[in-house]
């Protein structure tokens, strides 16, 4: 069955800090891969994908991510953490079976010490 | 800037009384979702457009409907709210399957 595992509910950086929030998936082909940014009260916004080609994928907001196949797993990083980068962030698989969708990732919360 | 928009930001409706929540896109795109999204959790698909095509999620209650009277809106009913339809809707946008997609700034429903 297809599907996405974010183990960490919550991860706390300090202001500065590098950051990777983990990301692992189980579909039976090559997937399409996203994670989504989601504020308080807000939308979710896109932050990168990867579809095929060069396994790290470069962002918006300074984030990057590497597609590992042999881990099936896609690792979202940043070098350097901001303040208003605390958000709850959602890993995402698209599949395809009867119709397209995305298989979402319970989501990582993080917060950010001063 | 081109978007998904969604009214309103907040809806307040009350136990069994029928509300309706928009959306509408100036993206152009051709598919068009809405997701439920309850408190720290994962957004649930309910149903999504492909051009006029509408595809209902197995598990999406009854009591959820929706329509796209063109491409540029969607509406999502729901004819007799319950407590348990409290939630933030989120409608979405991408130009075909597969692709990214776009969402709007969600509307937080209660039931009162």
């Known amino acids: 069955a297809q599907s996405v595992t974010q183990p960490d509910i919550h991860i706390t950086v300090s202001e500065g800090a590098s950051l990777e929030l983990r990301c692992n998936y189980s579909y039976g082909a090559t997937p399409y891969l996203f994670w989504y940014v989601q504020s308080p009260g807000q939308g979710l916004q896109l932050l990168l994908k990867?579809?095929?080609?060069d396994t790290l994928v470069q962002g918006i907001k300074g984030f990057e991510a590497e597609f590992k196949r042999s881990q099936s797993s896609f690792n979202l990083r940043k070098p350097s953490v901001h303040w208003s980068d605390a958000a709850e962030y959602f890993c995402?698989?698209?599949?395809?079976?009867?119709?397209?969708?995305?298989?979402w990732g319970a989501g990582t919360k993080l917060i950010i010490k001063p | 800037d081109a978007m998904v928009i969604q009214n309103p930001r907040y809806q307040v409706t009350q136990f069994g009384k029928p509300v309706t929540l928009s959306c509408s896109q100036t993206?152009?795109?051709?598919?068009m979702y809405w997701y439920q999204q309850k408190s720290s959790q994962a957004p649930k698909l309910l149903f999504h457009?492909?051009?006029?095509?509408?595809?209902n999620e197995a598990d999406t209650p009854d009591n959820f409907q929706s329509r796209r009277p063109n491409t540029s809106f969607c509406f999502l009913d729901i004819r007799s709210p319950g407590l348990g339809d409290a939630a933030m809707y989120l409608c979405?946008?991408?130009?075909?399957?597969?692709?990214?997609?776009?969402f709007g700034d969600g509307t937080r429903l209660s039931i009162l």
């Open positions: 995402a698989v698209g599949a395809w079976g009867s119709n397209y969708q995305l298989i």
């Open positions: 457009y492909y051009d006029k095509d509408f595809n």
């Open positions: 993206l152009n795109h051709n598919v």
């Open positions: 979405a946008t991408s130009r075909g399957s597969g692709r990214p997609q776009h």
């Open positions: 990867y579809f095929s080609g």
